[in-house]
């Protein structure tokens, strides 16, 4: 009897950490392992023989769509909803911008944003798809927390090779 009592209190503390989890990770934070080489430098993805960055991405900016020209975001794929892309946030909603590579201007349309990654011979973003929908997003990426000998604030300086809002 004292067994089963003993299995069932780990199943329910289990349980319990796990809606405490489930909870942080839906409604404050989440963790996201970086794929691909778009943000290089910024991140560096996983190799065959090395697990890449992960990072921390807090979601209260969601609240407002509280965004600032820099920041690091995490947001679904406009074009496969399953899969999260994490690029550099460069236009708001209402700005003008260039096109890069085109004498053409561009106004963001309200409710979009225009986000690139920083490594923009291997980026798939706003130059390809256009201005994404702010529901798009589903975080900031404030933390790299992993591997340990990155671990600290992502910072959300402009790159200099990048086209600024006009």
């Given amino acids: 009897m004292g067994t089963r009592n003993h299995l069932w209190l780990i199943a329910k503390r289990t349980l319990a950490w796990y809606l405490v989890g489930f909870t942080i990770s839906d409604r404050y934070a989440t963790?996201?392992?970086?794929?691909?080489?778009?943000?290089?430098?910024?991140?560096?993805?996983?190799?065959?023989?090395?697990?890449g960055d992960v990072v921390l991405a807090e979601r209260s900016c969601l609240e407002?769509?509280?965004?600032?020209?820099?920041?690091?975001?995490?947001?679904?794929?406009?074009?496969?909803?399953?899969?999260?892309?994490?690029?550099?946030?460069?236009a708001?909603?209402?700005?003008?911008?260039?096109?890069?590579?085109?004498?053409?201007?561009?106004?963001?349309?309200?409710?979009?944003?225009?986000?690139?990654?920083?490594?923009?011979?291997?980026s798939w973003d706003s130059r390809s798809f256009g201005p994404i929908p702010l529901g798009l997003i589903k975080g900031r990426v404030t933390h790299l927390i992993w591997p340990p000998s990155k671990i600290g604030r992502v910072d959300t300086k402009m790159p200099g090779n990048r086209i600024s809002p006009v």
């Fill in 31 to 51: 963790v996201i392992s970086v794929t691909g080489d778009s943000m290089h430098p910024t991140f560096t993805a996983a190799s065959s023989s090395l697990r």
């Fill in 64 to 90: 407002k769509y509280q965004f600032s020209h820099g920041d690091v975001v995490v947001f679904k794929c406009p074009s496969d909803y399953r899969e999260l892309f994490v690029k550099r946030l460069i």
């Fill in 92 to 122: 708001l909603p209402g700005e003008w911008m260039h096109l890069p590579g085109s004498p053409d201007m561009i106004k963001i349309p309200e409710g979009h944003c225009w986000v690139e990654g920083d490594n923009a011979a291997r």
